[in-house]
């Protein structure tokens, strides 16, 4: 669960960490209102669960009341990453000087956390890897001793910061991985962290990613998450029971079993696809329970095909096909080719079922193969 960046910056305020002063707003009215109270130049920001915002247009530097009401009318309602925009963060602009990049995850292969600290903040972490790992300052951290004070500084001295500064921005490292793992986050990252002409160190942006399956060690912040999700895909999917999760990619997935989705979704990224979520029917699925899955995989926006891959088990392939077939007989039009792989007890039966809207493929590969191949624009 990722928390929207107010959300993020109340946990890091609380926690010490300094940000700057700022308050949500959820229509046009409320935004200049908030933009007045503080001053201009402020900072309207989407609130958003996913990052990019900035390349999207989600985020603005604006000085006036028209600069604000103009800015607000064009990101309120605008989709970033399959999100409507439904709220704005209003703050003070900060003026930096320099931005830095602090972040705290879990390195699997090493199987200890890390933090990292970089002089080049503002931009995609990702990119300074590839392209300058060097600008990257990093420490292992051994979770039952946590992170030491020297090892922040090593951290921060490895990524070439000015020492005028290190020690106030190997404060906030510390702060930053107390907050992961107190919080039991799977990610904790400030970029940038804006140091000013002053020396002060701010944390002009804040993102929280939460493990979700410790959400009940976290009672506050999972009420976030529930206010946070409300109307959302994620909720539909949570009333139908349905297991699910949304991703970034364009191929949707209606699976039995979350091994055999977990299959699919690293098949489709084998073949050069993208998934657009994971979704788990569970077994012995009925059929208002695959059409309630493919209704949450229509309505993504960003799915261009449904892939539908279901093993029989004890549950005969026949059965599966006639829940499809009355699923899909709502649609008088598929909002999306549909491509089904059906294996197992009684498939070929439910092959020979299944209406001829969806195109059926006998293989696991050749019909990921085919969904990513539609996604791309292929020929249906």
């Not at 900072?43 to 604000?68: F, N, S, Y």
């Not at 949570?238 to 699910?244: H, K, N, P, T």
Request: overall charge negative; proline content about 4%; charged content about 25%.
């Amino acid at each position: 669960m990722r928390l929207h960046e107010y959300r993020a910056k109340e946990v890091f305020a609380a926690a010490g960490i300094e940000t700057p002063v700022s308050k949500p707003a959820t229509d046009q009215s409320a935004a200049l209102t908030v933009a007045r109270e503080l001053g201009y130049p402020v900072a309207i920001k989407a609130q958003v669960p996913v990052g990019g915002r900035g390349k999207q247009g989600g985020i603005k530097i604006v000085a006036t009341d028209a600069e604000l009401r103009a800015a607000a009318e064009s990101i309120f309602g605008m989709e970033i990453g399959g999100y409507q925009v439904e709220t704005v963060l209003i703050e003070d602009a900060v003026e930096a000087a320099q931005e830095l990049y602090l972040g705290v995850t879990m390195d699997r292969g090493e199987k200890q956390p890390v933090v990292m600290a970089s002089g080049s903040g503002g931009v995609d972490i990702e990119t300074v890897a590839q392209e300058t790992p060097e600008a990257i300052g990093r420490e292992h951290v051994d979770p039952a001793f946590g992170l030491h004070p020297y090892q922040a500084r090593n951290a921060v001295y490895r990524a070439g910061i000015d020492r005028s500064v290190a020690g106030d921005v190997a404060s906030v490292l510390e702060t930053l991985y107390a907050i992961w793992e107190r919080r039991d986050a799977t990610d904790a990252e400030i970029n940038p962290l804006m140091v000013t002409a002053d020396g002060d160190v701010i944390a002009a942006d804040a993102v929280l990613n939460l493990d979700d399956d410790a959400l009940f060690r976290q009672p506050e912040l999972a009420d976030f998450d529930a206010e946070r999700r409300e109307g959302t895909l994620e909720t539909r999917a949570a009333d139908a029971g349905l297991e699910y999760v949304r991703l970034d990619g364009s191929v949707g997935v209606v699976g039995n079993g979350a091994g055999l989705v977990m299959t699919t979704l690293d098949l489709i990224d084998h073949f050069g696809g993208s998934p657009a979520n994971f979704l788990d029917i569970g077994g012995g699925a009925d059929a208002d329970r695959v059409a309630a899955a493919l209704d949450v995989v229509f309505d993504d926006p960003n799915v261009s095909v449904v892939l539908l891959n279901i093993f029989g088990g004890i549950t005969r392939g026949d059965e599966v096909a006639s829940g499809i077939n009355q699923a899909l007989e709502q649609y008088e039009t598929l909002p999306d080719p549909v491509v089904v792989r059906l294996a197992g007890t009684k498939a070929e039966a439910g092959r020979n079922a299944l209406t001829d809207a969806v195109e059926t493929v006998e293989t696991l590969e050749g019909a990921v193969k085919r969904a990513v191949e539609l996604s791309q624009g292929g020929a249906q």
